[in-house]
C-alpha cells in the first residue's frame, strides 16, 4: 500500500486525499479493512470519526480486530452510492445513488466513483423533484469529471430545469 493510500477489497490502492487524510491514516492504522465495502473518502472519514468515538468511550479496551470483524457485515444503506452489479473485466459497474438528490451529494457521489475506478465511463442519471440549494457545484464536478462522463440522463419533474442549469454556464 503507498503512502496516503488504504488497501480496499476491491484490491485497489485507494489515495484518501482530503485534507483531513492524516486523521483517518492514524485512526484506521489499526483497522483491517479488507471488508470495508463503502466507497469514497467520506465514508472512510466517517469510520474513522467513529473509531475515535469508540476510543474516547473504551480508551486502552478498545478491540480494533472487534471493529474490522464488524465491517464483514457493515454495507451501505440502499439507495445510497449502493454497488448493485459489477463486471470489472468489462469496466463496468452500476452504481444506486437515487437518495443523492441535493447538489452536494450528487457531488459526492460523483467523485467517490470517479475516484474508485478511474478506467470506468460513467453514465449518470439525474432525476426528482428540485430541491434547495444551487446546482452550480454540480455544474463544476461534472467538468472536473468530465472525460469518464459518457452520458447524462436527465428525468423526473424538474428535468428541464436541471438539463438547462447543468449544461449551460449561468
Known sequence: VLPGHIKLPTGIDFPVVSPVSDFSSKSLKDIDLSFFQLIGNHNL??????????????????????????LKNFQALPNRIEICNANRSRNVVFINDSKATSPESVCVALRSVTEHWPQSSVILLLGGAKKTGSW???????????????????????????NYSLLTDN
Request: net charge neutral; with cysteine.
Open 136 to 162: 452550480d457545484s454540480v455544474t463544476k464536478e461534472l467538468k472536473n469529471h468530465f472525460e469518464a462522463i459518457e452520458h447524462i440522463i436527465f428525468f423526473g419533474r424538474d428535468r428541464q430545469q436541471k
Open 45 to 70: 472519514l466517517n469510520l474513522a470519526a467513529a473509531v475515535e468515538a469508540i476510543k474516547g468511550v473504551l480508551g486502552d479496551k478498545i478491540c480494533f480486530r472487534t471493529i474490522s470483524d464488524s
